[in-house]
């Protein structure tokens, strides 16, 4: 049996390359024999950086910018092989694995950070740049980012706000004389793994504040924040983002590099499954073995399961789900063509537990996985 094990990485705890060893180790534990082959995904979240980077014999590049609550912080990207694309993932800059648990407000954190990264790849000569966009602190709509590329947002009494999602509301003119020239030289990509809108029940303060430590009160906050900030968009530069696909992304960073980059939003995995060539290699497997940190009714929306999903069921190649944790939702999953969801936690654990012991518990999960498949091959 050939199996193809192509996971992504499991958000806080192991990496893409940390996840596919783990479960490579746990199946061959049950059985020496299988064929297996490890390739590590992404779908534009944290982690597609290096997939991309590594994957194409690229380089990395590090700086001091700003962290997602302004302390200094050293963060890095990543540029191709051919010396002509920069590949920036957020999530290095302004990124929630960046914060404890106590830290995480996004009312107060920014993109200012990825602004600078941005600044940076500018300034060495790279006129494509592809930005990363998954695992974001942050719910600012892009304001940081923006703020720190030159534009200025003005409040009711003319001076410039500050920085975070707890400002947006106060933003009642826009100034853009002041941005880098050099953006408009520049190709900007979006690699992204939601096509959620910038606002509603289905926006970034709703469906992601929460996950960066938004309170009910707070999620409230940010989405007034995120239709005012539209609506100023709209009128002084003459953008509809609010109900874009992929607007939301890295609470609505999406929109900001749209708004003031002129990005284009491009399917994060579908960019990494180009790059790596995963079609070829699913067509020539028996199994797939993909996962991630959490299965729920996201993931059929553009995430690295999603994509894999799609490529397999083109080549009628079955699919095994692992997760740190699986919703009910994520039952739909078996209308797509997966033949295994697994969550990895045996029984009631803390988080923090949790994933501090994710690479024992995906081992473990996978060798009682590679048990099963041992049966099922004869």
């Known amino acids: ?86 590949v920036i993932e957020m999530a290095k800059a302004s990124g929630l694995e960046l914060l404890k648990l106590s830290e995480r407000n996004p009312l107060k954190t920014t993109t200012y950070g990825t602004g600078e990264l941005i600044k940076d790849a500018l300034s060495r000569g790279y006129r494509k740049i592809i930005v990363c966009i998954g695992g974001s602190a942050t719910v600012d709509g892009g304001m940081g980012m923006a703020q720190a590329l030159g534009v200025k947002f003005i409040d009711a009494i003319g001076k410039p706000t500050g920085f975070g999602g707890g400002e947006l509301n106060k933003v009642c003119r826009i100034d853009i004389s002041g941005i880098d020239r050099r953006i408009k030289k520049t190709q900007f990509i979006v690699a992204t793994d939601v096509k959620n809108p910038l606002t509603g029940s289905k926006g970034a303060a709703s469906v992601y504040g929460p996950q960066k430590g938004a309170t009910p009160a707070m999620v409230k906050v940010l989405e007034a924040g995120l239709n005012n900030f539209s609506k100023v968009i709209k009128k002084d530069l003459g953008k509809d983002v609010a109900c874009m696909p992929g607007a939301g992304a890295a609470g609505g960073l999406g929109a900001g590099l749209h708004v003031f980059c002129g990005a284009k939003l491009q399917s994060g995995i579908e960019m990494v499954s180009q790059a790596l060539n995963l079609e070829q290699h699913i067509k020539n497997s028996d199994l797939v073995i993909t996962g991630e ?29 692992v997760a740190g944790s699986v919703t009910p939702e994520a039952a739909v999953l078996y209308k797509k063509g997966v033949i295994g969801l697994f969550g990895i936690v045996p029984g009631p654990m803390k988080l923090e537990e949790a994933l501090g012991k994710a690479g024992v518990l995906l081992y473990n999960a996978s060798r009682n996985i590679g048990y099963m498949l041992k049966q099922y091959r004869g």
């Open 1 to 86: 049996m050939k199996i193809l094990i192509a996971p992504d990485s499991f958000k806080e705890s192991l990496s893409a390359r940390e996840a596919a060893d783990c479960i490579e180790k746990g199946l061959k534990s049950a059985f020496p024999k299988f064929h297996t082959k490890t390739i590590p995904l992404a779908d534009g979240g944290e982690g597609t950086l290096d997939v991309l980077v590594t994957g194409g014999g690229g380089k990395f590049i590090k700086c001091e910018v700003s962290g997602p609550l302004g302390k200094k912080i050293t963060a890095g990207y990543g540029i191709f092989s051919d010396e002509k694309t920069a």
């Open 293 to 321: 940190g959490r299965i729920d009714g996201q993931t059929v929306c553009g995430k690295t399961i999603s994509g894999v999903l799609d490529l397999a069921t083109k080549h009628k190649v079955p699919v095994v789900c």
